[in-house]
């Protein structure tokens, strides 16, 4: 009997200490448990912050690369678009059609050609002349000329139908000066301009042709106001 008390007795003092023993182990994996969650939820949002950056940087990183695609891809387009129109002649027919049609006595690099005047009253004449386009061409006319031959003169081509003023300044010829419009009609004569004068000579209408010849030309012609006139380039 007293050896089944002391069993009994040790089991109980066993099992006591197996039950003392055991809630400061659970509560030590509690703790432990709640600092490794604490842990973690501190380190969770530090790498979520550093993955974020990382993938901010990346993404600039990624933009700033198509759009150096894209410039580069632009930039070749247009180079090859600049070479196609550098390298390719353009069509006589098409250059013809983007230029305006010059008028009679209004071609380019041109100091010579005819004029035709046609009376009413008699057959046509032609004349040389010389043309006069440019500005300095036309302000020079035919000063200092002392001798002018029959069915010579000069032919001044303005840009659009004028009423300009003439004089005869420095020019030792006497000369009839005939007004012609764009139609390439005459539309006044100023006869026997007198040689040095500087009188204003002012036309009575607008013109866009002026044909200056030796004085008398215009009364020996019998010329009348409406009379054709008609201008050809190159030489007789």
Known sequence: MKLFSLLVWQAQNKMSGFFLSFPPRIA????????SRKAEKDWIPAFAGMTSLHTQKQTFCFALVIIGLIGFTLGCERNKEVQ???ASPVPLQQQAAGQAVPAPGEAASISV???VLTPRDAS???FTVEVAKTPEEKSHGLMGRENLADKHGMWFVFDEEVQDPFWMKDTPLALDIIFIDRNNKIVDIIPNAVPNSTDILTPHQKY??????KAGT???LKLNLGDKVEFRLGPP
Request: proline fraction near 4%; hydrophobic fraction near 35%; glycine fraction near 8%.
């Open 28 to 35: 030590v994996r509690g703790k432990l448990r709640r600092e």
């Open 84 to 86: 196609t129109e550098e």
């Open 113 to 115: 050609g005819n004029v």
């Open 124 to 126: 046509p004449v032609t």
């Open 208 to 213: 866009r042709y002026v044909l200056e010849v």
């Open 218 to 220: 215009a009364a020996n």
